[in-house]
């Protein structure tokens, strides 16, 4: 048996459960706020119009499965609707548009 080093790549990503896909949407917001580092660039940069459609992204999302999920479900959804959205305001106070 070898000992050879695993990389990420040869991890399996989990799917399918709903508090793990708003986080992962949630850190696609937070790196278009420039708070997180582009794995990619290992920059930090903002992306306002890509922030804004996230957001509101999530709060469609929110809409429309307002009655529809657990309760820790819908509160993790609304804690990071929140968050994001300070954030954002933190980020972009005062930049057109925002």
Same mark, same amino acid.
């Given at each position: 048996? %070898?000992?050879?080093?695993?990389?990420?790549?040869?991890?399996?990503?989990?799917?399918?459960?709903?508090?793990?896909?708003?986080?992962?949407?949630?850190?696609?917001?937070?790196?278009?706020?420039?708070?997180?580092? @582009?794995?990619?660039?290992?920059?930090?940069? %903002? @992306?306002?119009?890509?922030?804004?459609?996230?957001?509101?992204?999530?709060?469609?999302?929110?809409?429309? %499965?307002?009655? @529809?999920?657990?309760?820790?479900?819908?509160?993790?959804?609304?804690?990071?609707?929140?968050?994001?959205?300070?954030?954002?305001?933190?980020?972009?106070?005062?930049?057109?548009?925002?």
């Amino acid at each position: 048996m %070898t000992d050879t080093p695993r990389t990420a790549a040869d991890m399996p990503l989990p799917g399918g459960e709903f508090s793990l896909f708003i986080t992962r949407i949630s850190f696609q917001g937070l790196l278009a706020c420039g708070v997180l580092e @582009n794995p990619v660039t290992q920059e930090k940069q %903002t @992306n306002q119009p890509m922030a804004t459609a996230l957001i509101k992204d999530l709060e469609m999302l929110q809409a429309k %499965t307002s009655g @529809n999920l657990e309760p820790d479900e819908e509160a993790h959804l609304a804690k990071v609707v929140g968050d994001l959205r300070a954030v954002y305001d933190r980020v972009f106070a005062g930049a057109a548009g925002s």
